[in-house]
């Protein structure tokens, strides 16, 4: 399979079952109550939520969701999650770059993201990306804007 051409847009009121699913798949032992998830995500769309969309034609390949923290100092990576078939192919180094451009375009001065400690792939994915693993008791991420 060649490596798709991915497009990063921001998310609409239509993308949320896509939203919902990714998140499952993320969290497959949380309980997702749609009504009450589907308030939320609108709240966020409204927001300044950053919820970004991969896609490659009509394929929705991938979600990422950036939430600004600290006094607007910082980017909270709360989600990168790309659907399976897609992995490995440059869909979550796409959306890492434009959170990067991003944090950049907005001054931010440091993204932070957690993630759990058995997912090894998405620790080393995150360090090759130039996060330092800055906890020892959760895996906490942090990369610096430059």
């Avoid at 709240?43 to 950036?66: F, H, P, R, S, W």
Wanted: aromatic content about 14%; charged content about 30%.
């Amino acid at each position: 399979m060649t490596k798709p051409k991915i497009i990063v847009k921001n998310a609409v009121p239509n993308d949320f079952e896509f939203v919902l699913k990714l998140k499952k798949e993320l969290w497959p032992w949380k309980i997702f109550i749609k009504k009450k998830e589907h308030k939320k995500y609108i709240q966020d769309l409204k927001k300044n939520v950053k919820i970004l969309i991969a896609k490659e034609d009509k394929k929705t390949l991938g979600l990422m969701i950036l939430r600004p923290k600290i006094f607007g100092l910082s980017l909270w990576l709360q989600i990168l999650v790309v659907t399976k078939q897609f992995r490995k192919k440059g869909v979550g180094s796409t959306l890492l770059k434009r959170a990067f451009a991003i944090a950049k375009k907005e001054s931010y001065k440091v993204i932070f993201l957690s993630t759990r400690y058995n997912r090894k792939g998405a620790q080393r994915f995150y360090a090759r990306h130039g996060f330092k693993r800055i906890n020892c008791f959760t895996v906490l991420f942090c990369k610096w804007v430059r």
